[in-house]
């Protein structure tokens, strides 16, 4: 189970964290992805993390999204963060976590087998 948080209204080059809240299984041995889906859009991969133990263990970011965005994880409280500085009106979306067991690189691509329910990001200009 996947619970997202921390979604707002943010004027453009604010900052935000996401949260993705793991119950039910380590975060440890999935690989987790943000994605996210604007309005009247199709939805589009953001960042991906590695599990844990991963080898090569590695993150993905989407290119409108490097040098703004930084995935990480906490394994310790089960939860990945996505901290995103620098927001632009084309950041506003629906963001959505997904988990799996499987590489970052095709977590990115194909999703994983949990979803959660997503949390809205507004960017204002």
């Known amino acids: 189970h996947l619970v997202e948080s921390g979604g707002a209204l943010v004027q453009a080059g604010g900052s935000l964290r996401l949260s993705c809240s793991v119950t039910?299984?380590?975060?440890?041995?999935?690989?987790i992805g943000w994605f996210r889906q604007a309005p009247g859009k199709e939805r589009e991969w953001v960042s991906c993390i590695s599990a844990k133990t991963a080898i090569p263990y590695r993150t993905e970011y989407k290119d409108s999204v490097k040098g703004r965005f930084t995935i990480s994880r906490d394994n310790a409280k089960n939860t990945v963060y996505l901290q995103m500085n620098n927001l632009k009106p084309e950041d506003t979306g629906v963001y959505s976590c997904?988990?799996?067991?499987?590489?970052?690189?095709?977590?990115?691509?194909?999703?994983?087998?949990?979803w959660g329910q997503g949390t809205l990001i507004t960017v204002s200009s």
């Open positions: 997904t988990g799996g067991p499987r590489p970052a690189n095709e977590l990115c691509i194909l999703g994983g087998g949990y």
């Open positions: 039910g299984n380590s975060v440890e041995h999935y690989a």
